[in-house]
């Protein structure tokens, strides 16, 4: 991915930040000299490794679990929020019209060789593990030991888990942050007056880089 | 990508659609041996060719535009709506317990042979139509017109163009269209009861989907 130097965030725990709150990652391999693509709900292992491991799993229908490359990195996308940026938010369009429209967005990419898991320990753990993780935020939060055991036995004969240790971690902050100030306000203020949560939450962002920026 | 019969949506003119209202796709090519992917708000033009043709531009300074595949199709992913579906919310799962919580989303795959554009007319008339498509839903809308032509010239030298023909087109609608018509009916009201306006677009999908099985 393209990152110019003014749109890298390199704080890891701000992009595993990114990770946790917006886990359907966008799985990237190449099998059969074809580049496929799979959503998968991801857990983050943090700790383990120097970036983390992604954690998941996918159907035993879905070949890939075979096919995967182990020799070019696969990459998964954590798509954040996004929005379009119209220029009349710009003081400076209105000074001297210099300035064209563009897309902000927050972005991770994490690079890895999978490997494939198909004990039914480790398959029982991590579904435990993936439930809890979002069953948390519900009022009643169900647990996969509600379920019948022969029923989640037969679910785990179903299914085959993918973990990707995290070789390479890359987060594109496209925020307008080579922007002068003026605009960077002009910019919070059109995404704030938006009724999209996404706006909020960019606006939000380049709000946080704008104050980071007077301290430094 | 891997689509069950019951999650496959073949309708061109709904995955154009999707394509239209997410336009930032990810676009993963090979380069080097390795995937590279780069996020590009694309035009549809829905009538060039069988499936339509995906054009965009990306900096110069981004070598892909040099380095693309030409030999490897490219993927280029157009996110939809995404939302954590709880079992909480089938009926099934209260009455007899087996049931696990997924993921719900929609998605597009558009793959194609690449091709890039350096001619200054081309990335012009590209410019304004970009601009156009997404400048029609501001109070003011902005013209490429609008900003000094020398400014513009120097901005077309630092673009180049890329055209993705349609070779083949896929839609995932993860709906939880293979669940009893209960569940269905849960699920609805639980999105519905989000504030997410992810959830609420899932919740109208699979609402349309009921209807027309009924239908049917």
């Known amino acids: ?14 992009l595993h930040s990114l990770v946790r709150s917006k886990p359907l990652g966008a799985w990237a391999t190449i099998a059969d000299g074809e580049i496929v693509i799979n959503h998968i709900p991801f857990i983050l292992h943090e700790s383990r490794g120097d970036l983390g491991t992604l954690v998941g799993h996918v159907a035993r229908s879905n070949t890939i679990f075979n096919d995967f490359s182990t020799e070019v990195n696969s990459v998964v996308v954590f798509q ?6 119209t220029p009349s938010w710009y003081p400076s369009k209105h000074k001297h019209g210099m300035a064209v429209p ?9 690079h890895g060789i ?29 647990k996969v030991s509600d379920a019948p055991d022969d029923f989640i036995e037969k679910l785990i004969g179903a299914i085959v888990g993918i973990e990707i240790p ?42 946080q880089h704008l104050l980071a920026s007077k301290k430094s």
Do not use: C
Request: no cysteine; net charge negative; aromatic share 8%.
């Open 80 to 85: 954040g929020d996004q929005a379009y940026i």
């Open 114 to 142: 999978p490997r494939k898991i198909e004990d039914p320990e480790w398959l029982l753990q991590h579904l435990n593990e993936l439930t809890d993780t979002h069953e948390k935020e519900q009022k009643l939060p169900w």
């Open 102 to 110: 563009t897309w902000n967005y927050v972005v991770v990419h994490a």
């Open 166 to 207: 995290i070789s390479k971690l890359t987060g594109k902050w496209k925020l307008g942050q080579n922007r002068p100030d003026p605009d960077k306000i002009g910019t919070i203020a059109g995404l704030v007056s938006s009724d999209s949560p996404e706006s909020h939450g960019l606006a939000k962002l380049l709000n």
């Open 1 to 14: 991915m393209y990152v110019p130097k003014f749109n890298e965030e390199k704080d890891v725990s701000i």
